[in-house]
Structure formats: C-alpha cells, structure tokens
C-alpha cells in the first residue's frame, strides 16, 4: 500500500511539474544539459527567478534523475519561489525535495525561512534546528534559529542562537543587530547598544540597528541621540517602524522600559 502511495505521489508531481514547463521557451529546451543546471542552481542570484524556475522545472520532467538529484533541484526551485515571494509554492518545493532526501539540509534551510516568512515561527524553529542537529558549523543556521526564537520571545535562546553564529561567523553585522534586538528585549541596554554599534561600524545604514540603538537611547533617557537614530532609520526604511512593531513589539517611547519592552514586569 506504501508503494503505491508513493508511485501516485510522484505522478501527481510529475503531472504539476510537466504543466508548469507548459510554457517554457524553444531556447530553454534546446540549452545544454550543464547549462540548465547552472540556472536552475542560480548560486550567485544572476538570473532572473522567473528564467531559474522554468529551468528547475524543465530539469525535473526531463532525463532519468535519482530521488536525490530530484531533492536538489526542488529545493533550488525552493529557492526561487522564495525569493519571488510565492511562498505557497516554495514551502511544497521544500517538501518534496526533502519528501525526496530526508538528509538535505539546504532543503531544511530554505524551508525555515519560507517558515519565517508566512510568520510560523515555531516550524522555522524546527527546520533550522534540523540543520544544526547534522551540521552544528552552520553560522546562517543559528542565526535563522536566532531570529525566529526572537519572534517568539524567546529571549535568552535567542541571545544564545546568535551568541554561537557570531562565534563561527565573527562580524556579521546583520546578527549584531539580531542579538543586539534580544538584548534591548531583555533590558540590557548597556549589550543591545554595543552590539547596535558593531554592526553600524561595519554597515552605517542598517535601519533594525539605527531604530534599535534609538530605542535603547530614549529609555536611557538620551531623548536628543535616540530621537536622531530613529529619525535617520526612517529615512533608510520609511516602515522600519511597523515592521520591527509586528515582529518584535518594539517601539519608540519617552516612557518607561515597560512601554517598550513587552514582558518587562515578568523579567524584573
């Protein structure tokens, strides 16, 4: 009964892959097989998404391919929907390719931030855990674990995520700001600033650190300094304000830590 399950899953899968390369062009068909390959793979984001699809598809119905070859190219084109924002799309991508491979980590990576990107937390969680559990080297993994631990208020985990990416992968600005976060989320101004200012030193215009730094500031009562970084992460990102608001619940006061800071009255 197994068997059969799985032979009508991969026809079902085969039938969808076959309408989507419906409308791939005659050039497409007629590119070398090493070629295709490298579109599909588009390691260095040169191709356009829409030319890397139709090229992972292409490669899914053509040829006599392994469940393992499959998984690869499935968590490209993963890949790809990601970065076209169609996260439907993406997430069963993701899950064919590692419905094909169970051991395919980059397929586990990817699907951890489709999983961050339609706010599921939680499974983001589990996906960038799977890849630390085989490959515990992998900085991009922690810091995914970092962020998405964040969103869940999950503080000290989160601080810790970021503590060990930034050990493998020393100054990474982008998770100086993410541990910088967690820090002014557990009140420690005196961290969060620090590590606001590291990863300013190395990319003076990151929004998250400048609107960051400027809460910190305002709650060590330094209304002049932080009203400037949060005026100038404005001007960087006109939405930096909502969007740290939805995730992290941050937000610019000349109140108290506690109107900032959601679950300060728990924390101290």
């Known amino acids: 009964m197994l068997t059969l399950t799985r032979i009508h899953h991969s026809l079902v899968v085969v039938a969808l892959a076959l309408a989507a390369t419906a409308c791939i062009p005659q050039a497409s068909a007629g590119t070398k097989e090493a070629d295709k390959q490298e579109f599909c793979a588009n390691k260095a984001d040169i191709y356009l998404t829409d030319f890397s699809i139709e090229a992972c598809s292409f490669l899914i119905v053509s040829g006599d391919r392994t469940p393992k070859d499959l998984a690869v190219i499935f968590s490209y084109r993963c890949k790809e929907y990601l970065a076209d924002k169609k996260f439907d799309r993406a997430l069963r991508d993701c899950n064919e390719a590692i419905w094909l ?10 699907r951890g931030l489709v999983y961050e990107q ?14 630390i559990a085989q490959q515990p080297a992998s900085a991009s993994a922690w810091e995914g674990l970092c962020r998405n631990e964040l969103s869940l208020d999950h503080i000290r985990l989160a601080i810790s995520a970021c503590s060990e990416s ?18 002014l989320m557990s009140s420690a101004l005196d961290e969060a600033i620090a590590d606001f200012d590291t990863a300013l030193r190395a ?12 809460i910190a500031k305002l709650n060590r009562h330094d209304s002049e300094n932080g009203e400037a970084d949060i005026a100038a992460a404005k001007l960087l990102q006109g939405d930096i304000a909502k969007q740290l608001a939805d995730r992290q619940r941050l937000k610019a006061s000349r109140g108290s830590m506690a109107s900032t800071i959601p679950g300060f009255d728990e924390m101290n």
């Open 101 to 110: 491979d169970v051991n395919l980590l980059p397929a586990y990576q990817i």
């Open 118 to 131: 339609a706010r599921q937390y939680q499974r983001a969680v589990a996906d960038f855990a799977q890849v």
């Open 166 to 183: 930034l050990r493998l992968r020393p100054g990474d600005a982008t998770t100086y700001v993410t541990r910088g976060l967690a820090y």
């Open 203 to 214: 990319n003076p215009a990151l929004p998250a650190a400048l609107y960051g730094r400027g």
